[in-house]
């Protein structure tokens, strides 16, 4: 069983509109999170990572951890084309081990 | 920016032959990784290591080994191989210190 559950898993916005993906732990000792984005024929890339309660924004991607709940969350806000892609979160028990990856959400932008 | 390099890109392969993948990065990180990739799995850890002369089992071990014979270089071998190991293959590195992994451009491998 996967230890990282990720929701949709696929979904399509306007351009210009907001995405919003989820991502669950199901082992508390995982409370380390990643967000990473994978275009097509690329490997994945971090976009960034959370590792306490609230908010985390770095330009039009905001991330928030709730820990009680092991849920944390990605809003892109102003999505352009070229933000579709498939995206992953990770979760780890610590910042240095190994993380484990969710099956990925879909993001479709169009034009 | 740090950089992962593998080999080969595209690989086609026998049942029951061997396949080694490798994978080489060039930014003294400490931890290594491999993943595969396939539809509604997402990435799965294989095997990883924290350093030249290390490695542990990931998630989904069986039919795979690992070496890392060096801080540079970090190996996937499939004694034998089987068409269930057909998947998209990644290697990754990382430091504590970064929070983040880097990923290789991946290895595309048929079984047949």
């Known amino acids: 069983q996967q230890k990282v559950q990720q929701s949709p898993e696929s979904l399509s916005v306007p351009e210009g509109g907001m995405a919003s993906l989820n991502c669950t732990s199901s082992?508390?000792?995982?409370?380390y999170f990643w967000w990473y984005r994978q275009h097509s024929g690329e490997g994945p890339k971090a976009l960034m990572?959370?590792?306490?309660?609230g908010d985390k924004k770095e330009g039009r991607f905001t991330a928030h951890l709730n820990k009680a709940s092991l849920h944390v969350s990605l809003h892109i806000r102003d999505s352009q084309p070229s933000d579709s892609a498939l995206y992953f979160c990770?979760?780890?028990?610590?910042?240095?081990?190994?993380?484990?990856f969710g099956a990925g959400t879909k993001l479709t932008v169009k034009p | 920016e740090a950089a992962v390099t593998q080999s080969p890109r595209n690989k086609v392969a026998v049942t029951g032959g061997k396949v080694t993948l490798s994978c080489n990065q060039t930014?003294?990180?400490?931890?290594m990784y491999w993943y595969r990739q396939d539809t509604g799995h997402g990435l799965r850890l294989i095997h990883y290591?924290?350093?030249?002369?290390?490695?542990e089992k990931g998630d989904i071990p069986d039919g795979y080994k690992a070496s890392r014979p060096s801080q540079e270089n970090f190996s996937l071998i499939l004694e034998l191989a089987t068409p269930s190991q057909t998947s998209v293959y990644f290697c990754?590195?990382?430091?504590?210190?970064?929070?983040?992994?880097?990923f290789g451009p991946g290895t595309r491998l048929t079984v047949l």
């Open positions: 990754a590195s990382g430091d504590w210190a970064l929070y983040e992994q880097y």
């Open positions: 082992d508390r000792n995982f409370q």
């Open positions: 990572s959370i590792f306490s309660d």
């Open positions: 990770a979760a780890s028990p610590s910042d240095n081990n190994a993380p484990r």
């Open positions: 930014n003294n990180h400490n931890n």
């Open positions: 290591s924290y350093g030249a002369g290390s490695t």
